[in-house]
């Protein structure tokens, strides 16, 4: 009790930070998706390695672990590009809320291929979740391109949870802040690549669009998700799963205080089904089947 006590208040305030995610997207005018993604892993990159340099160099034995790491990188790139993309098309909560339906194809792996056994509350809340995604694609927010946003938020997910399981098994043989560290490196390598590439430019922002590209540098990519980290080693797994809902409802919240958007009556009701989709799936996760 004592130790959750201690785990909670860290994982709730790097919750709320991964909210200022949208917020600073949002911000970063004129900076295309692939270049806010490239300069929130540059901007990071110092801080992670220096993280991981505290503790050493990595052990033997921790190649395959890199090797997952790095796949979990260009999964995070992906997801963060469409992610990005859903910004430009939909309102900051309509293109969040989709990409938090993850934990529930990373609970659907486990059923298909590890032999896992998802019960009864465990699909209402899928069913849900999904029932949600699909109100959020109706919801007057959507008209702003046509569901289009929503869309690319919804797919995101996949590769959010391409993520999720890869940095998974990294950890099995690579400590939290090297697989951090690669992580970064590769989406970093990734994301300079496809921008380069596409043509965007690199340079010749407002002032204002690189204070929120540091942002997501240093507050979401690095201290966000160092607290999260910390909060998993003092909390269980389902508390943690269920705790991490906190970022869709500070993202709903940021949108409306500092971006003006006002869930409508139909949004609404599509966020009240995702989170509680989630919050069933997270609290009856799949079980080993008995033998």
């Known amino acids: 009790m004592a130790k959750a006590r201690r785990g909670l208040p860290a994982l709730l305030a790097g919750a709320a930070l991964l909210g200022f995610a949208a917020i ?9 998706p692939l270049a806010v993604g490239f300069y929130r892993m540059l901007f990071a990159l110092p801080l992670v390695v220096l993280l991981a ?33 859903a910004l430009h098309w939909t309102t900051a909560a309509n293109a969040t809320l989709p990409v938090g339906l993850a934990p529930l194809w990373v609970a659907l792996v486990g ?6 056994r998802l019960r009864l509350w465990g699909w209402l809340g899928l069913g849900l979740a999904l029932g949600g995604a699909a109100i959020l694609a109706l919801a007057s927010g959507a008209h702003l391109g046509g569901g289009r946003g929503e869309l690319l938020g919804f797919l995101a997910s996949f590769g959010y949870a391409g993520y999720m399981l890869s940095l998974s098994r990294a950890r099995r043989s690579l400590s939290a802040p090297w697989a951090l ?15 380069l590439g596409s043509g965007a430019s690199f340079g ?13 540098g240093w507050l979401v990519q690095v ?10 080693g003092h909390i269980s797994a389902s508390l943690g799963s269920l705790g991490l809902l906190f970022q869709q409802v500070a993202t709903v919240l940021l949108g409306w205080l500092l971006l003006k958007e006002t869930p409508g ?16 799936a997270a609290t009856h996760p799949p079980v080993p089947n008995r033998r």
């Not at 560290?181 to 921008?195: E, H, R, Y």
């Not at 009556?265 to 989709?277: N, S």
């Open 265 to 280: 009556m139909v949004q609404g009701l599509g966020i009240l089904f995702i989170l509680a989709g989630i919050a069933l």
């Open 53 to 85: 340099l505290r503790e050493g160099t990595p052990g033997p034995g921790t190649g395959k672990g890199l090797t997952w790491a790095a796949l979990g990188g260009l999964c995070f790139t992906a997801d963060l590009w469409l992610w990005h993309q």
């Open 111 to 116: 059923v298909i291929f590890l032999h896992f």
């Open 24 to 32: 600073f997207v949002r911000t970063a005018v004129g900076v295309s």
């Open 204 to 216: 010749g922002f407002a002032p204002r669009a690189w204070l929120a590209l540091l942002g997501l």
């Open 181 to 195: 560290t690669a992580v970064v490196a590769t989406a970093a390598l990734a994301f300079g690549f496809l921008n």
């Open 223 to 232: 201290l966000a998700w160092w607290l999260i980290a910390w909060s998993f």
